[in-house]
Nanobody, 126 residues
């Protein structure tokens, strides 16, 4: 049974940085892996995704602040977050499409992902 386990969440002040990690129990070479977040009372939204041997996409509000990456084994996914603000507060989830490769326009669509981690909380205080 494949699993994803996130770590690295925490509490920081505005302007701070955090790096999230997601450890996969199995390598999926053909699909996408992404980071999603859900704030209290809001829908889950795509933050960043990496697919197709390194191509990545970002939600507009995190461009030039967040960086998604994978290690060479593709077993660990990272999200480096800088210049954090209160609007970045939420539970961050790692997800995978397994070996399925959705079209680029759907890389941040949570409906394309069917393997999810339990989430890690990020809280940014002003």
């Amino acid at each position: 049974q494949a699993q994803l386990v996130e770590s690295g969440g925490g509490s920081v002040q505005t302007g701070g940085s955090l790096t999230l990690s997601c450890e996969a129990s199995k390598i999926f070479r053909g699909g996408c892996m992404g980071w999603f977040r859900q704030a209290a009372g809001k829908e889950r939204e795509g933050v960043a995704s990496i697919c197709n041997f390194g191509s990545s996409v970002y939600e507009d509000s995190v461009v030039r602040r967040f960086t998604i990456s994978q290690d060479n084994t593709k077993k660990t996914l990272y999200l480096q977050m800088t210049t954090l603000g209160p609007e970045d507060t939420g539970t961050y989830y790692c997800a995978s499409t397994r070996d399925r490769r959705p079209p680029p326009k759907s890389w941040l669509d949570a409906r394309e992902y069917d393997l999810w981690g339990q989430g890690t909380q990020v809280t940014v205080s002003s």
